[in-house]
């Protein structure tokens, strides 16, 4: 009998379904060892070495790992395929002691082939990729344990910093601070509506009334925008110019940890810990590749799978005359790994592939057609842009013309689908009319209309992922820890699916980046993940890196501790006196469970109530009590009522009235 060892029950359930009898597969259920919670866990005077201890949850795990390794004639660790799942074989590796029947197996999808394919090229376990997870897990750890107490001398007990955690605050805090220096200016559109002069003219449009825009014309304010409109409604109209041409869109690329992530915000409205909860189900029931990538790489193999597929379910004419490739945007992307993609091509999610989960199903879906998709033909429009001049009429009693205006409208027609019948959208096609060069055109209507130029959008987790991504911040398997871990942390609020930054976060930020400047630059942070990075390719020594940074800092965190002048932070003022002390006014705060009501003579008063963030609606349940925001232990927002533990109606959903 061989053992098999992997993180999840579920990963094992689905490799005892092709593995055999012959091989006894458990689960660690996570890591087994890690740094202490009561202490630094790391010996600084000794190369910073890391104090790994098994973690208490799982001894009755490591018992019975011991006991089945002594009774196996093998013993495979076939944990994830990256630095984590790397570390957790080392860490088993360790407890079973020196045995010469320990093998590291790895594979990207859990598929009958690509197991017995591992099986039989049992590899070491890849001490680079351990020393990269080390070197983070240490980083962490040090910043964590020097900047958090600092933080609660300085700024208030309580706070927690952390190495990518803090920075992505800085992002949402900086893009609150633009949207606030932001100054709305009034502009103006003109809008000409015109037909064409025959009756007898070929139009999808009944009407035969089409729309242009004026262009070339910066329009600030409304007396200019009236001067146009009336130089327009007394103006001659004749076609400038006519461009055709077909316009060829290509498919996306297949998903990554960071696209998928994105996508599911968009289009589903899942945080991207949801996302990557219903991908790792995926994963571990082996319908898609692992989920935590960076590479758009797609195996030979999987691509004629696809072109098979496509041509015997769409036919030819859906299918490119070559594979078609794409290219790894990502500068650290292991090429080794592939994109997230279905095992099999052929597992049609319409039949629900044996998941009992509807989010699960509709990720899969998503999945498969987005990779389906990325090997099928372009999609072919006709575009028609049509440009019309505007010859103001001569002005009575002047010698001169006015200026001329020029106007334009464009439109598509799809053609041919392609890759878009996978993904079809509502497209209401512009068909413009069949004008040619010179032809007069008849005025309709002139519309002036007013807009306002608008702020910056504040970051969601889409546009977060991928601003985290392009700055070079952050790993596919950090990206839902970081956004989860800093709205747990009450630095920031997500509403309406948008990130806002707290009064903490405004407070911390202006702390850390007035004392460790260097430290909270985005390209400083990216530069030690590409550290990490190197060590994982076996370029750079973990410890050595540790060092480098660890020297500059501590001295840093030193001079602060003892000259850095204590920050405070704003508080909100509710204009009521504190009941108790009749001294101090009542402030809103943010504690560890969300907002509270305190005198702003704390600590030397110390009274406090509920805050009820009340949105509008009466309770569906009780009628009685307001609809209010709460926060879960885990930072997550629900909507309950006013009058708990009374009524203990409560709901994800924010009741309609």
Request: hydrophobic share 35%; net charge positive; with cysteine.
């Amino acid at each position: 009998m061989d053992l098999v060892v992997v993180e999840s029950p579920t990963k094992a359930k689905t490799l005892s379904k092709f593995l055999g009898k012959d091989f006894e597969v458990m689960a660690t259920m996570g890591h087994i060892k890690d740094l202490p919670k009561s202490k630094l866990g790391v010996d600084i005077e000794n190369n910073f070495k890391p104090d790994y201890v098994p973690v208490v949850k799982r001894e009755d795990i490591i018992s019975e790992l011991i006991r089945q390794a002594k009774k196996a004639k093998k013993v495979f660790l076939a944990s994830d395929p990256d630095r984590e799942g790397e570390a957790i074989s080392s860490h088993v590796k360790e407890i079973l002691g020196k045995r010469a029947n320990v093998f590291r197996i790895s594979f990207h999808e859990i598929t009958k082939d690509a197991v017995e394919e591992a099986v039989k090229n049992p590899r070491d376990v890849d001490e680079n990729l351990v020393d990269a997870q080390t070197g983070r897990r240490v980083l962490d750890r040090l910043v964590g344990y020097e900047l958090s107490p600092l933080l609660w001398k300085k700024v208030r007990r309580g706070l927690s910093a952390g190495r990518v955690q803090s920075v992505a605050v800085r992002l949402i805090v900086e893009k609150e601070r633009e949207r606030e220096a932001f100054k709305i200016e009034e502009f103006w559109e003109i809008y000409v509506s015109l037909k064409q002069s025959t009756p007898e003219v070929k139009s999808a449009d009944t009407s035969g009334v089409f729309v242009f825009q004026l262009i070339k014309q910066e329009v600030k304010d409304k007396k200019r925008a009236d001067e146009i409109a009336a130089e327009l409604k007394k103006s001659n109209y004749t076609v400038a110019e006519v461009k055709k041409r077909e316009v060829i869109k290509s498919s996306y690329p297949p998903f990554t940890t960071s696209t998928i992530s994105q996508a599911g915000a968009r289009l589903f409205g899942w945080s991207a810990k949801r996302t990557m909860r219903a991908a790792q189900k995926l994963y571990e029931e082996g319908l898609i590749t692992y989920h935590r990538t960076d590479s758009f790489n797609i195996s030979q193999g999987a691509i004629a799978k696809a072109r098979e597929f496509i041509k015997k379910t769409y036919g030819e004419k859906y299918l490119p005359e070559s594979p078609k490739y794409y290219k790894t945007t990502s500068k650290v992307a292991q090429e080794a790994h592939e994109a997230i993609r279905p095992t099999d091509v052929n597992k049609n999610p319409t039949s629900g592939v044996g998941l009992d989960s509807p989010e699960v199903k509709r990720l899969y879906d998503l999945i498969f057609r987005r990779f389906v998709a990325c090997q099928m033909t372009a999609s072919i429009y006709d575009e028609t842009v049509i440009d019309v001049q505007a010859q103001p009429t001569r002005q009575v009693g002047s010698a001169d013309t006015w200026r001329v205006y020029l106007l334009r409208a464009s439109g598509q027609i799809m053609k041919f689908d392609g890759w878009r019948k996978l993904f079809p959208r509502d497209e209401n096609s512009v068909v413009l009319p069949d004008v040619q060069i010179n032809e007069p055109l008849q005025l309709i209507e002139v519309n002036p209309i007013q807009k306002f130029t608008e702020q910056p959008p504040r970051f969601n987790e889409a546009s977060l992922i991928k601003m985290l991504e392009k700055l070079g911040i952050g790993r596919p398997s950090t990206y839902a820890p970081i956004i989860s871990t800093i709205q747990i942390r009450n630095y920031v609020e997500k509403d309406e699916g948008v990130f806002k930054p707290t009064t903490i976060a405004n407070a911390v930020i202006d702390f850390l980046i007035k004392n460790f400047p260097e430290e909270l630059e985005y390209q400083f942070t990216a530069d030690m993940e590409g550290d990490l990075d190197n060590i994982a390719n076996g370029e750079k020594k973990w410890a050595d890196t540790i060092k480098k940074f660890w020297g500059p800092f501590s001295k840093k965190v030193k001079t602060v501790t003892k000259e850095g002048k204590r920050v405070k932070i704003e508080t909100e003022k509710l204009g009521r006196a504190c009941p108790e002390c009749n001294e101090g006014e009542l402030v809103v705060r943010i504690g560890r469970f969300g907002k509270f009501i305190s005198c702003s003579r704390f600590p030397d008063c110390k009274y406090t109530e509920k805050y009820l963030e009340k949105t509008g609606a009466k309770c569906p349940d009780c009628k009685k009590g307001d609809v209010i925001i709460k926060k879960s232990g885990r930072g997550r927002k629900f909507f309950g009522c006013s009058r708990y533990p009374d009524c203990k109606w409560a709901s994800w959903r924010k009741p309609t009235s």
